[in-house]
């Protein structure tokens, strides 16, 4: 089974400082990976995705993640946080092959952004 | 980009009644639709999965006639808490995915649910 594990339940960075969120995943096969962040009142939204093409993604609001299959991880990472960054952010991977798999989300990680 | 819209975005109600969340995919049209629950400080849960024009798909453990979903038309989806309790106190969020051969799935804003 496809399962995926957000490693910090809270991160607490400075505003222009680097951020790192960490998940790792678990899949029997070559997984699609996602990052999704949750702003309060708002729809979740995609921040980037693997999908078995390059391993480094560069997804929006200057983010991006590296597929390490070796280390079975998908950190989330921005060299300069803002604080319109802070968020929650889950890492989800698909449960199918390809296209026809449901979300499984992480636990969430929630990112404080200190001025 | 695609939006997806939920209604209402709060409710409250009292127990025994049952509760209506609507699910609108504004500028697409969407095959498949799905329902999540999410626990405080946990993490989405998913319940069912409904495609236009057929019967949803229940997740194990979701209770089909304590939840009813219908997914009349490519843009419409709606979720029926039927007889609330409080514990189906939650947040309730709609997701949209264009076709089958998208991965990518378009999340509504939630709906928080509160039955006293």
């Known amino acids: 089974a496809q399962s995926v594990t957000q490693l910090d339940s809270h991160v607490s960075v400075s505003e222009g400082t680097p951020v790192l969120l960490r998940c790792n995943y678990s899949?029997?096969?070559?997984?699609?990976l996602f990052w999704y962040v949750q702003h309060p009142n708002k729809g979740l939204q995609l921040l980037l995705k693997?999908?078995?093409?390059?391993?480094l993604v560069k997804g929006i609001n200057g983010f991006e993640a590296e597929f390490k299959k070796s280390e079975t991880s998908f950190h989330l990472t921005k060299p300069s946080a803002h604080m319109s960054d802070a968020a929650e952010y889950f890492c989800?991977?698909?449960?199918?092959?390809?296209?026809?798999?449901?979300?499984?989300f992480g636990k969430g990680t929630k990112l404080s952004v200190k001025p | 980009g695609a939006v997806v819209s939920q209604h209402p975005s709060r409710v409250i109600c009292k127990s025994g009644t049952s509760v209506k969340i609507e699910c609108r995919s504004l500028?697409?049209?969407?095959?498949?639709m799905f329902w999540y629950r999410q626990f405080p400080k946990q993490s989405l849960m998913l319940m069912a999965t409904?495609?236009?024009?057929?019967?949803?798909?229940?997740e194990q453990g979701v209770e089909k006639d304590k939840f009813l979903i219908n997914h009349a038309s490519l843009t419409l989806s709606t979720l029926t808490v039927t007889s609330a309790h409080p514990e189906d106190s939650s947040f309730y969020i709609c997701?949209?995915?264009?076709?089958?051969?998208?991965?990518?799935?378009?999340f509504g804003p939630g709906t928080r649910l509160l039955v006293l």
């Open positions: 500028d697409f049209q969407a095959t498949t």
């Open positions: 693997y999908t078995s093409a390059a391993t």
């Open positions: 899949s029997s096969y070559s997984p699609s």
């Open positions: 989800v991977v698909s449960d199918g092959a390809g296209s026809q798999g449901n979300l499984i």
């Open positions: 409904s495609n236009e024009g057929s019967k949803a798909t229940y």
């Open positions: 997701s949209a995915r264009v076709t089958r051969n998208q991965e990518t799935q378009y």
